[in-house]
């Protein structure tokens, strides 16, 4: 899929989700609703109306009647139930870790405000969260194995994309994981931007990532996503 976040729709808008979409994949729509229920409930129908969207998100942090009111709109759709995106709650950003975390009120270690998030979510009838890698395992034993996790602060070591996980002076992501790390804890989706966009040689860097993928899935399984 490609992700479409905030930055871009900002600048491009719907537009941005029909060009993309025409060249084939589907599209995650990485806006992070967060406001009122009425108010999230009609985002949420509006980007219904996009075509190729098949993940969109949420802010777990606006409630749970927020989220519930996300999920009523979905399930209110017209279009085919086949063809509904899955709606996932974004718990705590990765940038996030537990000091700042204090910053701002919320009490005790990210990893347990995370899971405590993702069990709301799937409360109010959302398909899974965005976590980081680092909690994937704990939400699978909370949720069930059928509950997704999407996951980004995924970061290949510094100079290759295999080993323990490296991070540039200016990443803003403070809860990482490799690739390989990542899919072994659980993870259903890998959010990757910057270790692909910023490299000397993006297509290889995304070859590279693609294979470390493969080697830390079962044979089966790694055969099929290629």
Do not use: W
């Not at 993940?55 to 709109?73: F, K």
């Not at 659980?186 to 080697?215: H, K, N």
């Amino acid at each position: 899929m490609f992700k479409i976040n905030t930055h871009l729709f900002t600048s491009a808008g719907p537009l941005a989700v029909e060009k993309l979409h025409q060249l084939g994949p589907d599209i995650f729509l990485d806006l992070k609703f967060h406001d009122i229920p009425n108010t999230v409930s009609g985002a949420v129908t509006s980007a219904l109306s996009l075509p190729g969207v098949r993940l969109l998100n949420v802010h777990t942090l606006g409630g749970l009647e927020m989220m519930r009111a996300a999920a009523l709109a979905r399930e209110k759709s017209n279009g085919p139930k086949s063809q509904l995106p899955r709606l996932i709650g974004v718990t705590i950003l990765t940038s996030m870790d537990n000091s700042t975390l204090r910053e701002v009120g919320i009490a005790g270690p990210a990893p347990r405000r995370v899971v405590k998030l993702a069990r709301l979510a799937k409360q109010a009838g959302l398909d899974g969260v965005v976590a980081s890698p680092q909690e994937v395992r704990a939400i699978r034993r909370a949720c069930g194995k059928d509950f997704l996790t999407v996951v980004p602060g995924v970061r290949p070591e510094v100079g290759g994309a295999t080993g323990r996980t490296g991070r540039h002076k200016s990443d803003d992501q403070a809860r990482v994981a490799t690739p390989a790390e990542a899919i072994r804890a659980g993870a259903d989706y890998l959010v990757v931007g910057r270790p692909i966009t910023a490299a000397p040689d993006p297509e290889a860097a995304a070859r590279a990532i693609v294979d470390e993928i493969a080697s830390a899935q079962p044979p089966s399984v790694a055969t099929s996503a290629r």
